[in-house]
């Protein structure tokens, strides 16, 4: 069952160490395994208390910021996202399914650090850019714009903020703050982050990037965290497959309107070359990959989803063009 | 406004309580007991509701709560240690015998409880919910090889046990009497 033969060549039932016996084990560990899970004592679903927790989420929308910011941790290892399926401003183009060797990694447009408020400045150029503040400054982000189009007449863009990683628990903090009072001004209802939250949850030798949406040039409250490790981080610590995290972030205004748009966002790993989605009309968008730039090795997959389109599948190639092996099933 | 807090009330409330008994069991084998796996589930619920507009968008919104489940998981994994359902792992069983075979699934579960948090979890997604690699890893949010060489050693190391080496002798894991 699913590569476990000749897996410590352990006897099963069956005689010594073969495939079947193998397969007999796992099935009676799996058995072992529901009968465990069926002495679990199910009450009634505490319905009342997850929609009041949930209410006290959206009502102070992540309690502590270090949560948010930090807890939504996930390890990546590469970066560069994006493309689209949105409009005529949109990254992605329609090509034919079959892959062959195209790698697009480039950085994306860079977004000068905003001023307080909630509007943020339309993206132009290309290339690079450090944050004003100097290089790697954990207080100051370098913003690349991974995606962007238009959905009902307004135009979106999808940016990620890169925080370097904040040198120790103090500088941790004042980042974490620094993100929030961003965050709040766009109209998130984040309390103020604590020393406590950071003790929790702040992951040495890890950048932040904050993904977030702008609609007509302002940003929208809803925004989705990542961790990825800092250049010369620790080996290991980074993102192997071929996909990691990945987040829908749909553009929330005030009030809560539904969104004219869901901004699919997925770190990717470094075997990654090219990516295709196939929609369910047939056509199949190119979406092409950047990275985020100031050291950050990241690479990011963006994709929108335009008014009632569903993927039916996705395409993954190697550097060399080869198909490889993705999970994004999840994203219709 | 009032309404669409209403409808979208009565959208999680139906949907909770017909996948809490499910998700409950997957937090039990995840966390390791009854009072934890609550908790468990109930914070992903928590959070299935404070997002849901996106969950219920979602192509399979039980997928998209099992995620958050595994994530949440996972973080408190990576603050405190793994706890373990029994403070020991018998010496060995007797087959057939109703106490041993009560033994046998704490052996299980305590072996299960001992693997790193990742295999713990490829291995409950696989063969407890029965999730495909590709499901597994969806959830977990990691390539399917990753999901297969964890579930792999998972499996493995839970057969190492000598109590559960037996179960294969005795032909049956667990069970009541």
Redesign the interface.
Known sequence: ????DG??G????GGPGGAG?AD???A???????????????G????G???A??????RR?RTLVGAVVL????LVAGAGAVGLHDGPAAAGVAVPAAGGPAPLVEPGPVVPEPAVGPAVPPAVGSGVEASPRGERDPLSAARTVVGEGTADGRAWKAVAALWPAAADRLQALAQARTIWQEQRTAGSDLTEPTAAAID?YWQPGQDIVDVYLTVDGVRMPDDHTFLTPAPGARAGTGL???????A?I?Y?GK??T??PV?VLVVAV?PSVGRATVTWTDGTTSEVPLRGLGTGSESRWLVMSRPAGA?ASAWHLYDRQGSPI??????F? | MGAMTTDRDTEFRIFMAAVWPRLLRTAYLLAGDQHAAEDLAQSAFERAYAAWGRVSRADDPLAYVRRILVNQHARSHRRRPPELLVTAVPESAIPEDGFARSDQRSALLSALAALPPRQRTAVVLRHWEDLSDSQAAAAMGCSVGAVRSQAAKGIARLREVAQLKELQEVGRVGGAV
Request: no cysteine.
């Open positions: 069952m699913n590569g476990l897996v410590n352990l006897d099963g039932a016996a007999g084990a796992t009676l560990i799996g058995s072992g395994l529901a009968e465990a899970a069926e002495a679990v004592r199910v009634p679903a505490p319905v208390a997850a929609v927790g949930g209410r006290r989420i959206r929308r807890g939504s941790a996930v929790q192997t497959g071929a996909t990691g995290e990945g829908l749909g929330r009030g809560e539904e969104p869901d790993g569903k092996a993705g999970d994004l099933g999840w219709k």
